[in-house]
């Protein structure tokens, strides 16, 4: 019986061909070792580096989208619940029958003060918070802030509704700079991966050029407010979809309402009490927050799971390492640098216009003509436009970068000028085509103001040792213009106009001025950056440049000629050879490098030149 060949080669065997296999290499004990554990005969470094390179631009692209979709979610449930709740709240009927004499307009008056005034201590704390857990870990922590204030509203009363709001508050800056600072670095990020063959040449060292970033950045941030502003759609959905089953329409609720648009005082004056018609069961009212509340923990798993890291582990070390009370003065020394002083205008206007179209656009001219149930569409209308014309943004790639800014305040003026002589009748649905229009066109300004500013910002500061402190000094001026909004709630609509037309005035002439200086070639004086101080623990560093050294201890270390980084008993070992005076015989030539910390741990001078 004839015995069958073997499936797998016995190892060591000699095969068909003697002791070499088919390519001529010698098999067996003889093998040489090289053949063995080398490289794979048909492997390219080069097609193998490009996948990777890849890989990582596809996992920026990740984070930009998981980074959008996490804030769209997160916003647009804050501000759904947030108008849902203050419609139930403002109607009398459900005051007494569900909370009786619980005292709920008091409360929600405190709880607005908390959210609007809580941001004006913001910039003592932003960079700080910041720079202590990181870019994207303050995003998850700002995110997960807004989900527990959706949380309270299970059980409304003052002692979870007032908390969560001064803590919602405290959060809004933080969250809102490092999401912009996220986003840049997203693009700076990108372009080290498209140019990662440049970065080989001229050294992991050396910086890009100025404005390499730029093109990236300008289609991250229409990336990124395009979802951002569908968010005021989204807050609109429990309300098309839930409350607006049970309001009244606008013949009862605008009975006693005469004088809407440019002639209205303060917001719905005249406004009927009682806007719902049969009050909603509290188990729909469970069900509606249940489904935000898994929205907002959608959101939160977004930022943790899928957003990456924004530096680099040592690159976050450096950060904090210039010391806390630098990170406390940096922003306040930021002051000094002019673009940030011509620009500060600009971002007071962007906290205008945004409550602007939400209170006075959408109410005083739209809820105070069309009634109550039509203001989700209104707000829809913005949103949807303000999504859409996010992509005039990449107008910035081939026109000049002053455009579309210039461009978005010149629409607002327009409208600004035209809502200043138009005074809608009350219940006419004739002209509701027309708040249609304008809220879908300030949607459209809107969206070129945010587009363009955060871009400015972006090209502007390329440092990232910087970028966190640009970013809380824009959206820290957001919150002081938000919070004067508040305060003016009450103003005739004539005064309201009048300061915003004139924001918006000065802002666009302060922004062209500091173009025109940069044109000139106007160097802006910027705050400098301490360097990173380390304390020494363990070795962390192994390159011939200790960055853990701090200034003194390297002034410390070349002052000593050739006694280097001694342990600390050496001190008067050294004192002792000084004053003995100078050994026989040559020299030392000095090192090669700075001793690193363990060799400072054995107390050894580290190798010598030869």
């Given at each position: 019986?004839?015995e069958?060949?073997?499936?797998y080669?016995v190892?060591?065997?000699?095969?068909?061909q003697?002791?070499e296999?088919?390519?001529g290499?010698?098999d067996?004990p003889?093998?040489?070792?090289?053949e063995?554990?080398g490289?794979y005969?048909?492997?390219n470094?080069?097609?193998?580096?490009?996948r990777y390179?890849?890989?990582?631009?596809l996992g920026v692209l990740?984070n930009?989208?998981?980074?959008?979709?996490?804030?769209?979610?997160?916003?647009?449930v804050?501000?759904g619940?947030l108008?849902m709740?203050?419609?139930?709240?403002?109607?009398?009927?459900?005051?007494?029958v569900?909370y009786g004499?619980?005292g709920l307009?008091?409360?929600d008056?405190?709880m607005?003060?908390g959210?609007?005034?809580?941001?004006?201590?913001a910039?003592l704390?932003?960079?700080?918070?910041?720079?202590?857990?990181g870019t994207?870990w303050m995003?998850f922590?700002?995110v997960g802030?807004?989900?527990?204030?959706?949380?309270?509203?299970?059980?409304?009363?003052y002692?979870?509704l007032?908390?969560?709001?001064v803590a919602?508050?405290?959060a809004?800056?933080p969250l809102?700079?490092?999401?912009g600072?996220y986003?840049t670095r997203?693009?700076?990020?990108y372009?080290?991966?498209?140019h990662?063959?440049e970065?080989?040449?001229q050294g992991?060292q050396?910086?890009p050029?100025?404005?390499s970033?730029?093109p990236?950045?300008?289609?991250f941030?229409?990336i990124f407010y395009?979802?951002?502003h569908l968010?005021?759609?989204?807050?609109?959905?429990p309300?098309i979809?839930?409350?607006n089953?049970y309001?009244y329409d606008?013949?009862?609720?605008l009975?006693?309402?005469h004088s809407?648009?440019?002639n209205s005082?303060?917001?719905?004056?005249g406004f009927?009490k009682?806007?719902?018609?049969t009050?909603?069961?509290?188990?729909?009212?469970?069900v509606v927050?249940?489904?935000l509340?898994a929205?907002?923990?959608?959101a939160?798993?977004l930022?943790?799971?899928?957003c990456g890291?924004a530096?680099r582990?040592?690159?976050e070390i450096d950060?904090?390492?210039?010391g806390w009370g630098?990170i406390f003065?940096?922003?306040f020394?930021?002051?000094?640098?002019?673009?940030?002083r011509?620009?500060v205008?600009f971002?007071?206007?962007?906290?205008?216009?945004?409550?602007?179209a939400?209170?006075?656009l959408?109410?005083c001219y739209g809820v105070c003509?069309?009634?109550?149930?039509?203001?989700p569409?209104?707000?829809?209308?913005y949103?949807?436009g303000a999504s859409?014309?996010?992509?005039l943004?990449?107008l910035g790639?081939w026109?000049p970068?002053?455009?579309p800014?210039?461009?978005?305040a010149?629409?607002h003026?327009?409208?600004?000028?035209s809502?200043f002589f138009?005074?809608?009748?009350?219940?006419?649905?004739?002209?509701?085509?027309?708040?249609?229009?304008a809220?879908?066109l300030?949607g459209?300004?809107?969206?070129l103001?945010?587009t363009g500013l955060s871009?400015?910002?972006g090209?502007l500061?390329?440092d990232?040792?910087?970028?966190?402190?640009?970013?809380?000094i824009?959206?820290?001026?957001?919150a002081v213009?938000?919070?004067?909004?508040?305060l003016?709630s009450?103003l005739?609509?004539?005064?309201?106009?009048?300061?915003?037309?004139?924001t918006?005035l000065?802002?666009?002439?302060?922004?062209l001025w500091m173009e025109q200086?940069l044109?000139?070639g106007v160097?802006?004086?910027q705050?400098?950056?301490?360097?990173?101080?380390?304390?020494?623990?363990?070795y962390?560093y192994?390159?011939?440049?200790?960055s853990d050294?701090?200034?003194?201890e390297g002034?410390?270390?070349g002052g000593?000629?050739g006694g280097g980084?001694?342990g600390?008993?050496?001190?008067?070992?050294?004192?002792?050879?000084?004053?003995?005076?100078?050994r026989?015989?040559p020299?030392p030539?000095g090192f090669?490098?700075?001793?690193?910390?363990?060799?400072?741990a054995?107390?050894g001078?580290?190798?010598?030149?030869?």
């Amino acid at each position: 019986m004839q015995e069958e060949p073997l499936m797998y080669p016995v190892a060591g065997a000699a095969g068909p061909q003697g002791n070499e296999d088919r390519l001529g290499v010698p098999d067996g004990p003889e093998a040489p070792l090289d053949e063995l554990v080398g490289a794979y005969p048909n492997y390219n470094e080069e097609e193998e580096e490009r996948r990777y390179y890849r890989r990582k631009r596809l996992g920026v692209l990740k984070n930009v989208l998981a980074a959008s979709a996490g804030g769209t979610l997160t916003y647009g449930v804050y501000l759904g619940l947030l108008q849902m709740q203050l419609i139930l709240h403002y109607d009398e009927t459900y005051r007494e029958v569900k909370y009786g004499n619980m005292g709920l307009p008091d409360i929600d008056n405190k709880m607005l003060i908390g959210i609007n005034v809580m941001p004006i201590a913001a910039l003592l704390y932003t960079p700080v918070l910041i720079r202590f857990f990181g870019t994207k870990w303050m995003m998850f922590l700002g995110v997960g802030i807004y989900a527990l204030f959706v949380s309270t509203n299970y059980w409304e009363r003052y002692y979870t509704l007032v908390p969560s709001a001064v803590a919602l508050g405290m959060a809004i800056v933080p969250l809102w700079a490092s999401m912009g600072n996220y986003i840049t670095r997203m693009a700076q990020k990108y372009y080290e991966y498209s140019h990662y063959k440049e970065r080989e040449e001229q050294g992991p060292q050396q910086r890009p050029p100025r404005g390499s970033h730029a093109p990236y950045l300008l289609v991250f941030q229409a990336i990124f407010y395009s979802f951002f502003h569908l968010s005021f759609a989204c807050a609109q959905l429990p309300m098309i979809y839930f409350l607006n089953h049970y309001l009244y329409d606008l013949n009862h609720t605008l009975y006693n309402v005469h004088s809407c648009g440019t002639n209205s005082q303060g917001i719905l004056n005249g406004f009927n009490k009682t806007v719902l018609r049969t009050l909603p069961r509290s188990r729909n009212l469970i069900v509606v927050e249940s489904v935000l509340m898994a929205v907002a923990f959608l959101a939160m798993l977004l930022v943790l799971g899928l957003c990456g890291a924004a530096y680099r582990p040592t690159e976050e070390i450096d950060l904090r390492s210039v010391g806390w009370g630098n990170i406390f003065q940096l922003p306040f020394k930021h002051v000094r640098d002019f673009r940030l002083r011509h620009l500060v205008p600009f971002f007071i206007y962007s906290g205008f216009e945004v409550l602007f179209a939400c209170t006075g656009l959408a109410l005083c001219y739209g809820v105070c003509s069309v009634g109550l149930e039509r203001l989700p569409y209104l707000l829809v209308a913005y949103s949807l436009g303000a999504s859409a014309s996010s992509v005039l943004g990449l107008l910035g790639l081939w026109l000049p970068r002053s455009v579309p800014l210039v461009s978005g305040a010149g629409l607002h003026l327009l409208l600004t000028l035209s809502l200043f002589f138009w005074a809608p009748k009350p219940r006419v649905l004739q002209h509701m085509w027309i708040l249609y229009v304008a809220a879908a066109l300030w949607g459209v300004g809107s969206a070129l103001n945010k587009t363009g500013l955060s871009t400015l910002l972006g090209i502007l500061y390329e440092d990232k040792e910087r970028q966190d402190f640009i970013f809380t000094i824009y959206h820290w001026w957001q919150a002081v213009a938000i919070f004067a909004v508040y305060l003016g709630s009450s103003l005739p609509m004539k005064a309201k106009l009048s300061v915003l037309l004139l924001t918006l005035l000065v802002a666009a002439v302060s922004y062209l001025w500091m173009e025109q200086k940069l044109q000139r070639g106007v160097v802006p004086r910027q705050p400098r950056i301490p360097r990173p101080q380390h304390k020494v623990r363990g070795y962390r560093y192994l390159e011939e440049d200790n960055s853990d050294e701090s200034d003194a201890e390297g002034e410390r270390v070349g002052g000593g000629g050739g006694g280097g980084g001694g342990g600390r008993g050496d001190g008067a070992e050294e004192d002792a050879e000084l004053l003995a005076g100078p050994r026989p015989g040559p020299e030392p030539a000095g090192f090669c490098r700075r001793p690193c910390p363990y060799e400072q741990a054995q107390g050894g001078d580290g190798p010598e030149e030869q």
